[in-house]
């Protein structure tokens, strides 16, 4: 299962992604290979992400992103520079403009730009932090039955965490 | 006289001709030949296309008065297959009762989208749905998807004028965009119009015309590595008309209804007792033709895919297209190119020799015997036996001129038993120019006085007695084997040629056909191959309806 939320606006997302990487063209960060077209800097020359120019000038490479949109609430949370760009800023593209902008200060609103903030950004900390560890086990489970076998853990410490029943 | 292309008045009788009878007792009727037009551009090599994931599919829905205008339609915008979002649109000037029988529809149904998708069914005005869907279509270069696409996009048009740039000229330029200003629509020459040229009932030209002030993205070309804009570059859209499609693909005209059928849509077209009234039920009728389209795509571009060839999938006009691009896979380039200096005046008198396809039927409504025959393969065939494979690998391709007397002779001796001999059929490579004097020829004529359209029909032929030295025309020599054996009798040459092919292209490679059937042009005839792998290929049709003979 694929984490998906439903979208708003997927014509005008699809715009977004797909012009963004025409303007990237087929370029990479030539020293990190960074390829998301929003976190590359335009007109780079060499080719270069918001990290590594940060890293090259000495400065942070997070960002503190308002996660409700700064119109909304103030609370930030620190977020890799490159994730900003190509993730987060573009998960908020996706909100209502009102809901984004808040211009008036509407309470209703901002409560909806928390909501959508929180589960954009739980998306990405799922996507990010958590995610990879399984694909990392399934890849170490392979490499351990070339290596020793399908029963690879009978015999190990890692016996006792084998689901109960299996043979 | 014309050599190469124009008009020529010719007798054209459906008579025999008769010593006793003067064919200028015939009505003259002028004939057209095709013409060799010098100074086309060099079509650049295409670099490979990726196909864009994206597709907007939509139909529109008319009033059923002479002005079919737009009452209202839908949408669906699907990425890799999966539709994302799904809408109704409606024309500006619909009734009010129309309007709310739309927004009752779309309060009350659901959007038939994925999990991911928008799940409320969109409702726009024609406007809105311009300004948005289509210009975030335009903008992120999807597929544009219609059945027959001319008549949709032109029921969205909210005017439309006469195209004028090549390769439109004559056709429709249609404006999509506009702006209210002072009480009155205005044209918002700051988006694209649409431009369409039909070409016939199945296929049309269509593009984006350029626009004033374009954004710097929109001057990116597709295959760009830098993504830099180039000055000059303007997208011309990516317009796909499915009716043209399953034509390349099938060479049978289809229906939207007979084209899910051929290819196992599983959501196929289905049918209204009345058109024009704007009810729930209409509504579902155009929203099930959409997803029959949107389904139809993807099993089209799924078949077009298993072709390796370099051709976008948009401009696939028809089967020869299809062909061709095998050429260029198969590392043949056009004569031109691998021959520039050729003789142009030689191109010019094999073009107005050449006719295409021709079906006739010259005893009506009267029962007689008749001998059923059926041709396989009958190009292909005639190509083969021609030996014209190594006309098509040649490096070179030598004119020699100067052969009436040798085209005379072999004429006086041929018999129809020698063409049963294939060895006769690889000399007949020659055109030759002749005063038709009620030979049995080809000719291209207004044969129908209330159409009116071109016609090619093979009638006794007379040049005009009177003038027959400026009337010579060009044949080919398979064309004069045929009148020489119907009427027993030699036609007048004036002059012919004989083409010879040398050497042979060192850029040849091997392709399969449908990636399953492999082809080597070095060493096989590839028309042979298509005759003789044509009936165990898997047939192109699901439910096995294919598989035409001509």
Not at chain 1, 78 to 98: F, G, M, S, Y
Not at chain 2, 252 to 270: I, M, N, P, W, Y
Not at chain 2, 475 to 483: E, G, K, R, T
Request: charged share 25%.
């Amino acid at each position: 299962m694929s984490i998906e939320l439903p979208r708003r606006d997927p014509s005008g997302a699809y715009r977004r992604k797909v012009t963004a990487a025409r303007r990237q063209g087929k370029k990479k960060c030539h020293k990190c290979g960074e390829a998301r077209p929003e976190a590359l800097i335009p007109k780079s020359h060499p080719v270069i992400c918001a990290k590594c120019k940060r890293e090259s000038l000495g400065h942070s490479t997070t960002d503190n992103h308002h996660f409700a949109g700064q119109a909304n609430h103030p609370a930030t949370v620190p977020i890799p520079v490159n994730d900003h760009r190509a993730d987060l800023n573009t998960a908020q593209l996706d909100w209502q403009e009102k809901t984004r902008k808040n211009p008036d200060g509407c309470p209703l609103l901002a409560a909806a730009g928390c909501i959508r903030g929180f589960v954009d950004t739980v998306i990405y900390l799922i996507k990010k932090g958590v995610l990879w560890i399984a694909e990392m086990l399934e890849s170490a489970h392979d490499w351990l039955v070339e290596q020793f076998g399908p029963k690879w853990w009978v015999g190990t410490p890692l016996e006792q965490f084998a689901p109960k029943g299996s043979k | 006289m014309v050599q190469n292309g124009g008009l020529a008045h010719l007798s054209n009788s459906l008579h025999p001709r008769d010593q006793n009878e003067s064919a200028t007792e015939s009505e003259p009727l002028p004939i057209a030949v095709r013409v060799y037009p010098e100074g086309g551009k060099q079509k650049s090599e295409a670099s490979p296309w990726q196909c864009p994931d994206a597709m907007l599919v939509f139909d529109t829905e008319t009033r059923i008065d002479q002005t079919q205008r737009l009452t209202f339609g839908s949408f669906r915008f699907l990425v890799a297959g999966r539709c994302l979002e799904e809408g109704l649109f409606y024309g500006a000037d619909l009734p009010d009762k129309d309007y709310q029988t739309l927004e009752r529809y779309v309060a009350s149904h659901p959007a038939g989208t994925v999990e991911s998708g928008v799940q409320k069914l969109a409702f726009l005005s024609r406007r809105e749905f311009i300004d948005k869907i289509f210009h975030d279509a335009y903008k992120a270069q999807f597929l544009l998807v219609a059945f027959n696409f001319p008549f949709d996009i032109s029921r969205l048009a909210w005017k439309f004028g006469t195209a004028r740039r090549q390769p439109f000229t004559g056709g429709f330029s249609l404006e999509l965009w506009s702006y209210p200003a002072n009480g009155q629509e205005h044209t918002n020459r700051f988006r694209p119009s649409v431009r369409i040229k039909q070409i016939d009932s199945k296929r049309a030209l269509k593009g984006f015309a350029g626009r004033k002030g374009a954004d710097d993205e929109d001057r990116i070309p597709d295959d760009s590595e830098t993504g830099e804009p180039e000055e000059g570059y303007t997208f011309r859209g990516h317009f796909l008309d499915l009716r043209t499609l399953a034509f390349a693909l099938t060479d049978r005209g289809h229906t939207l209804e007979s084209a899910c059928k051929a290819f196992g849509v599983e959501h196929g077209k289905q049918r209204v007792k009345r058109h024009g009234v704007v009810t729930a039920k209409y509504i579902d009728y155009n929203r099930r033709d959409v997803l029959a389209t949107s389904e139809l795509a993807i099993k089209l571009l799924e078949e077009y895919s298993r072709h390796p060839i370099n051709l976008q999938v948009t401009k696939a006009y028809s089967p020869a297209s299809i062909g061709k691009a095998y050429l260029h896979a198969m590392g043949i380039p056009p004569v031109l190119q691998r021959q520039p200096d050729f003789p142009k005046e030689y191109l010019g008198y094999a073009t107005t020799a050449f006719f295409g396809g021709r079906t006739s039927a010259h005893i009506r409504k009267t029962t007689v015997p008749v001998v059923y025959t059926d041709f396989l393969s009958m190009y292909p065939t005639v190509n083969s036996l021609m030996d014209l494979w190594r006309f098509v690998t040649a490096k070179e391709i030598k004119v020699v001129q100067g052969c009436q007397a040798e085209i005379e002779q072999f004429l006086q001796k041929l018999t129809p038993d020698d063409l049963f001999n294939p060895v006769t059929w690889k000399s007949l490579t020659a055109f030759a120019q002749i005063i038709p004097d009620g030979d049995i020829l080809p000719s291209r004529g207004e044969y129908n006085p209330d159409t009116k359209d071109w016609q090619v029909a093979v009638n006794y032929l007379h040049a005009d007695r009177n003038n027959s030295e400026n009337q010579a025309l060009w044949f080919s020599l398979p064309d004069i084997v045929a009148s020489v054996i119907l009427t027993n009798r030699l036609p007048r040459i004036t002059s012919a040629f004989r083409l010879v092919p040398t050497g042979e292209l060192e850029s040849l490679q091997p392709t399969k056909l449908l990636n399953e059937i492999s082809v080597d042009p070095k060493n096989e005839d590839f028309f042979r191959v298509v005759i003789e792998r044509r009936d165990p290929l898997p047939k192109f049709v699901p439910n096995g309806t294919g598989n035409s003979r001509c």
